[in-house]
């Protein structure tokens, strides 16, 4: 299909691991995103990796990708609650525009 | 450095009115710029985007429509509002140069036609 999907709603406790899932369309798509938008306020990016990786790390994140399955998952460790949003995935499709497709967005919770 | 700049913040409009709502960019030059909307509740649409000065993209046929008088500056506009034109709008740029491949967005434009 054209989507790129997400689940919509995570919860878990302050302190534990949080996994958001993405299973994007393109397999040509050079790029992939997470994206994390605060109540009210616009998208700011979180990280990106490349397609030709299957990981990144970068502080409490980590990005996994499995390019054959065109899944991807974003890892938040020791979940703080600062970081209750939602979390979109986006992914670049081949071409110069530099166009992004976004998935609907996870919405994490995160419970003290 | 590099800041976008979108305004207003909140608007509200009634049905049949016209829209402008406008987005700039500073310190960097031919960027590559892009409206999104976001309904309540769901993902990103892209509505446009444009490569240039003058040079618009749709991507959805809609009540709206978008242009570029200067090269940083991005108008997203309508003639008459609709009530399914409500949600938040967000502005966005790539650089054309080394860092093309990452896309800065502004703070949005929330959007209530009554």
């Known amino acids: 299909g054209e989507d790129v999907e997400q689940s919509l709603f995570l919860s878990v406790r302050e302190g534990d691991s949080s996994v958001i899932n993405c299973t994007y369309t393109d397999s040509s798509s050079t790029y992939l995103y997470w994206y994390k938008q605060e109540p009210g306020a616009g998208l700011q990016l979180l990280t990106y990796i490349f397609s030709n990786m299957d990981m990144k790390q970068d502080q409490r994140l980590t990005v996994l990708l499995n390019k054959k399955d065109k899944h991807l998952s974003l890892r938040i460790a020791d979940t703080q609650t600062g970081d209750s949003a939602i979390y979109f995935c986006?992914?670049?499709?081949?071409?110069?525009?530099?166009?992004?497709?976004f998935g609907q967005g996870t919405t994490l919770q995160v419970k003290p | 450095s590099q800041t976008i700049h979108q305004w207003p913040a909140t608007l509200v409009q009634p049905v049949g009115s016209p829209l402008s709502l406008e987005c700039t960019v500073e310190?960097?030059?031919?960027?590559?710029l892009y409206w999104y909307r976001q309904a309540a509740g769901r993902g990103l649409q892209l509505l446009f985007y444009?490569?240039?000065?003058?040079?618009i993209s749709s991507e959805v046929p809609q009540n709206l429509s978008a242009s570029r008088p200067q090269d940083r500056q991005f108008i997203l506009s309508s003639k008459k509002l609709l009530l399914s034109d409500s949600g938040f709008y967000l502005c966005a740029w790539t650089s054309t140069g080394l860092a093309k491949n990452i896309q800065y967005f502004g703070a949005g434009t929330r959007l209530s036609v009554l």
């Open positions: 986006a992914e670049r499709r081949s071409g110069n525009t530099g166009k992004l497709i």
């Open positions: 310190g960097t030059s031919n960027p590559n």
């Open positions: 444009s490569i240039g000065i003058g040079q």
